[in-house]
């Protein structure tokens, strides 16, 4: 069964200040991660994703992430947020084995800016 | 750029009523899903469609719970029996091969 933790449930940040959002997993086997953002009142848009290849991955909106094996995490970070940046994001597990694997999501971090 | 649609946005229904969720996934995915958020909790998997069969469903997808894709272009989730505590948004989700693509949401109240 694969897991996935979010530890911070909420994260207020300064505008323009760098932000990092921790996700570590868990899983046996290998894994495709994701990770999803929600603005308020709307559906869940990818905002980037590791399959494989280069640790480092960037994604929309000048976020990018990155896999750690080792410590089975993948967090995001932004250098410097905006005002938009305000939503709740998930970060999501699923295996590579069958096409049709579902995600398994984390708690989700609602990260608030304060102008 | 295709998209997940979802009817109805906001759907309030008696407890003991059927409700029908509706989807039209992106037209040339293979993979079809509905997932729910509770109110300030995480998003679960609630069931996976391939190939015209359930390829997989969670726990909470017992017997009130049915999925059809009727006509090759709907999705639908049934609630036989609505409880209070299927109120939750619920979210159709289509995938081609790697990545899900999310509808947004049909937010469901039981009362």
């Known amino acids: 069964a694969q897991s996935v933790t979010q530890l911070d449930s909420q994260v207020p940040v300064f505008e323009e200040a760098p932000v990092e959002l921790r996700c570590n997993y868990s899983s046996s086997v290998s894994v495709y991660l994701f990770w999803y953002v929600q603005y308020p009142n709307q559906g869940l848009q990818l905002l980037l994703k590791y399959l494989s290849g280069s640790t480092l991955v960037k994604g929309i909106n000048g976020f990018e992430a990155e896999f750690n094996k080792s410590q089975t995490s993948f967090h995001l970070r932004k250098p410097s947020v905006h005002i938009s940046d305000t939503a709740e994001y998930f970060c999501?597990?699923?295996?590579?084995?069958?096409?049709?694997?579902?995600?398994?999501f984390g708690t989700g971090t609602r990260l608030t800016i304060i102008p | 750029e295709p998209e997940v649609t979802q009817t109805p946005s906001h759907q309030v229904t008696q407890m003991g009523q059927e409700v029908i969720l509706r989807c039209v996934p992106i037209s040339n995915h293979l993979y079809f899903y509905w997932y729910r958020q509770i109110l300030g909790q995480k998003v679960e998997f609630l069931v996976s469609f391939y190939n015209n069969e359930i390829s997989e469903k969670s726990e909470i997808f017992d017997d009130q719970f049915s999925v059809e894709r009727p006509d090759g272009s709907n999705f639908t989730l049934k609630i036989r029996s609505t409880k209070l505590e299927d109120s939750a948004m619920y979210f159709c989700?289509?995938?081609?091969?790697?990545?899900?693509?999310f509808g947004q949401g049909t937010r469901l109240t039981v009362v």
């Open positions: 999501a597990v699923s295996s590579p084995f069958f096409g049709n694997e579902k995600l398994t």
């Open positions: 989700a289509s995938k081609l091969n790697t990545e899900a693509f």
